[in-house]
């Protein structure tokens, strides 16, 4: 008996202590031994990432996912996507059950100082609007004193609706759900005066309601909300290549690669075409993977542009505006410091 | 596992060796030990990944600015200045509340649905049958769903709110009705329930030994409600009635003051009171099938009719049988009752598991005190219904 509870006790320690190390190894190995990326994505919001009739995941927060799979496997579908909801997105990035989080996350100082986590760029610039029935004749949120709000709980916006209706000296009562899917439900059976998000989210879910053309968005925008990818904090490697990913999409707008002309593209001349597409200098080893990774990107999954446009900008029912999303040449703040 | 001890021992320590009790005590301190190592093990685990992750750990975020808003609430509660530690209490206020009310009110529609389900009154045990085989074989989150719907649903909104007499007014914002103000002067009301209250109880007692006594009497339910309820209205009316109320009005969006009930509080009381009462039905039913035929027929041969036979003899014996699963009964109520999250009643696990733990990330410390308070209130529970299961047990003599 005494045997078998020392055993236990060996089995105990070496399997907590086992558990221990691992984590150390860095998050590049990890999904190169699983061969699968593990991409924690939303619950479903048109045009970031939502499956479709036949599970397939489609949204330019998704296209973020494939492309970093096509960097590491040069293969864009080998992601799988865990949908979480904002209330348990966080920790499911922490403890390691995705390796990456794509999914409409704003980047704020508390997020990425105190949870662990590092943000690796803005894949878009966003903010937080609301959305009124077009009868109820409202045109401001400043018209919204005691009215019943609809939000979504452990978001931002659920913050920035508080500092701005008390900044404003405005009652108001807020009504926090889980998932998103049922604040907007509420909403629409009239619990809610105004239905708040930000202003993407707005027109995805607007299309979703009975009857859209009845819901207005009102002008104000309240916040700044830049939205990105998160990685766990303490793996610069890790970030490095999810940083770069953006970048890399970035620069080949930029430059006019795009997934129709990347092959001609590897006959360029010009030096920071060869530098993105690998012909010339050793980027890609630099972040563990191979010198074609920019190639393999805009091959597989397409630049910056022709993923915004797809999937929210004219190609898509969305129909959002490049806006502030436009890239820093043509007045948008999207900027990707160079491959160099 | 079998018990040959593998090595010699010395004669003079075997009989020591050998002593049930002695090993008893051996094991329990070797188990005890193994736990404790798992539990530090995971502790100190837990402590290095959260360091080395560099994710903030520690209680400091109980005084922090909350910076978030909820409407239903107990106590005050805003985005400005209060913290975190408040929100705590917002939500477990809101988790006591519905829970207790919903405890009592499942308790009622039980025991009537169970005894209802033993009356040789055909309709009434067949529609009891219906009650407790639905309720009890679908998902209670799904239940909820359906009574948040099916209250909110006819509901007409809030600029076309059914007005009802006194004030009263119905939409799909909820049930706003003139809210209580009370003046200084009605602590002399509250004083004198209080003192109606001990009157009734020794007048309970003393007529209880009259009875004992004499074999008289005495209408005690009469006299306890003309008790509780007639001295502190005279009182009330003597302190020159300190009692207003702040009536609701019609505002841009809504109704504005007043009294609110919230229909995510009624649809989660109402789908956690019929979800439980289905199963003390069938409790109920369980416990009055265990007494004894022989006990009712003895009750109708001493010329009891069936009202104090089923009062005097048969519910204190089945009570025995009762009183254990109710215990779990009323734990899973509360339990179940952070379902609420699904339908926005703003309950314990919605507040701080859901909006804390998501503003400040702190997962590990957020998810052990909500797994400590719900321990604490099951305990509590469990504690006092035991004590209850005392007092009712069978006293042999």
């Known amino acids: 008996m005494n045997k078998f509870v020392a055993a236990a006790l060996v089995a105990a320690a070496t399997a907590l202590g086992v558990s221990g190390t691992q984590a150390q190894t860095g998050t590049l190995a990890q999904v190169k031994n699983r061969g699968i990326l593990h991409c924690g994505s939303g619950t479903g919001l048109a045009g970031f990432g939502l499956p479709d009739a036949q599970g397939n995941w489609t949204g330019i927060d998704v296209d973020m996912c494939r492309a970093v799979a096509a960097a590491i496997f040069n293969d864009p579908a080998k992601v799988k996507f865990i949908p979480l909801s904002a209330k348990d997105r966080f920790t499911s990035l922490q403890s390691g059950e995705v390796d990456l989080l794509s999914r409409t996350t704003t980047w704020t100082m508390s997020r990425d100082t105190s949870l662990g986590l590092n943000f690796a760029g803005i894949n878009y610039y966003d903010g937080q609007g609301f959305m009124v029935r077009k009868k109820l004749g409202v045109d401001s949120v400043l018209k919204l004193a005691g009215a019943s709000i609809c939000t979504q709980q452990g978001t931002t916006t659920e913050l920035n609706l508080a500092d701005y209706f008390r900044a404003n000296n405005l009652k108001y009562e807020v009504v926090a759900f889980a998932s998103n899917t049922e604040t907007v439900k509420a909403y629409e059976s009239g619990r809610c005066d105004a239905f708040t998000t930000d202003a993407s989210g707005l027109y995805a879910e607007r299309l979703t309601l009975s009857a859209p053309a009845d819901h207005i968005v009102l002008p104000e925008i309240i916040s700044k909300e830049p939205l990105g990818p998160v990685v766990r904090h303490g793996d610069d490697l890790w970030l490095d290549i999810v940083k770069w990913t953006h970048y890399a999409m970035l620069n080949a707008e930029e430059l006019g690669v795009s997934k129709a002309n990347v092959d001609e593209m590897l006959k360029s001349e010009n030096p920071e075409i060869k530098r993105l597409l690998g012909t010339e200098g050793k980027y890609g080893e630099a972040i563990g993977l191979t010198n074609d990774w920019a190639y393999r990107i805009v091959k597989l999954v397409g630049n910056y542009g022709e993923v915004f446009e797809k999937n929210v900008g004219q190609g898509s029912l969305l129909k959002i505006a490049r806006g502030q999303n436009a890239l820093w040449t043509k007045g948008g703040l999207q900027y990707a410091p160079p491959i160099r | ?397």
């Open chain 2, 1 to 397: 596992m079998s018990s040959i001890p593998t090595e010699t021992v010395q004669p003079g320590r075997a009989s020591l060796l050998y002593d049930p009790k002695i090993r008893g005590y051996v094991y329990q301190l070797a188990l005890l030990a193994v736990v404790a190592f798992l539990i530090w093990s995971a502790a100190s685990n837990a402590i290095e990944n959260l360091r080395a992750q560099k994710i903030a750990s520690g209680f400091g975020f109980w005084h922090n600015a909350a910076g978030f808003d909820v409407n239903q609430k107990l106590i005050p509660f805003s985005a400005s200045g209060s913290t975190y530690g408040q929100a705590f209490y917002v939500g477990l206020l809101n988790t006591l509340l519905v829970a207790s009310i919903g405890i009592v009110l499942s308790t009622f529609l039980g025991f009537f649905v169970g005894v209802a389900r033993l009356s040789p009154n055909w309709v009434l045990s067949k529609l009891a049958m219906i009650y407790v085989e639905v309720i009890r074989n679908l998902p209670l989150l799904l239940q909820l769903f359906f009574w948040y719907n099916a209250v909110l649903k006819p509901l007409p909104d809030a600029r076309n709110s059914i007005a009802l007499p006194g004030n009263i007014f119905l939409n799909n914002r909820g049930l706003i009705m003139p809210n209580p103000q009370f003046g200084p002067a009605f602590q002399a009301v509250v004083i004198a329930f209080f003192l109606a209250a001990a009157a009734a109880v020794v007048f309970y007692i003393w007529s209880k030994k009259q009875q004992e006594r004499t074999g008289k009497q005495y209408p005690n339910g009469l006299i306890t409600l003309a008790l509780i309820i007639g001295l502190p209205l005279i009182v009330y009316f003597f302190a020159g009635q300190p009692l207003s109320f702040d009536l609701p009005q019609q505002g841009r969006f809504n109704l504005t003051g007043g009294l609110q009930i919230y229909p995510e509080f009624v649809a989660l009381l109402i789908g956690l009171t019929t979800y439980t009462a289905g199963f003390i039905a069938e409790v109920v039913r369980a416990g009055i099938l265990a007494v004894s035929r022989g006990q009712t027929e003895a009750a109708n041969a001493l010329g009891l009719r069936a009202g104090p036979t089923l009062k005097l003899v048969v519910i204190p014996q089945a009570m025995r049988v009762i009183i254990p699963p109710l215990t779990s009964n009323y734990l899973n109520l509360t339990k179940n009752s952070s379902l609420a999250v699904a339908i926005g009643y703003p309950d314990l696990v919605q507040v701080f598991t859901g909006t804390v733990l998501n503003q400040t990330g702190q997962a590990v410390e957020v998810v052990a005190i909500t797994m400590a308070v719900y321990l604490t209130i099951s305990l509590v529970t469990s504690l006092f219904m035991n004590i209850y299961n005392k007092r009712m047990a069978l006293v042999e003599r």
